[in-house]
């Protein structure tokens, strides 16, 4: 087997991303569904405030990226990174297809 990272394309239900999204800025994390931050991804896998559990993690910080897949393959963790740009731009107010305008 040889394990690499690939960005994948599929469709997807915006909600239930953002419900269950942290957005993560340098350090810290921010919850999407309920704006809660100070956040770690690894210690919390809950919101403290709202109580999702978060499936997804994005960050707009390229450099942070591998620490951030290393870190959830060492402590097999649940996450899914996303591609900040890509949940942006789908999630901004012209969501039709706007990735691809
Ligand atoms: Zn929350």
Redesign the pocket.
């Known amino acids: 087997m040889i394990e690499s990272y690939i960005r994948i394309w599929k469709q997807v239900d915006l909600k239930e991303i953002t419900k269950h999204l942290m957005i993560i800025d340098d350090i810290y994390g921010m919850?999407?569904?309920?704006?809660?931050i100070g956040l770690n991804f690894v210690k919390n896998t809950k919101?403290?405030?709202?109580?999702?559990n978060f499936l997804y993690l994005t960050t707009k910080n390229y450099k942070e990226i591998p620490k951030i897949l290393k870190r959830i393959q060492l402590e097999n963790l649940p996450y899914t990174l996303l591609e900040k740009e890509d949940w942006e731009k789908a999630s901004s107010k012209n969501a039709l297809n706007s990735l691809f305008q």
């Open positions: 919850c999407a569904n309920c704006k809660e919101c403290p405030k709202c109580g999702t």
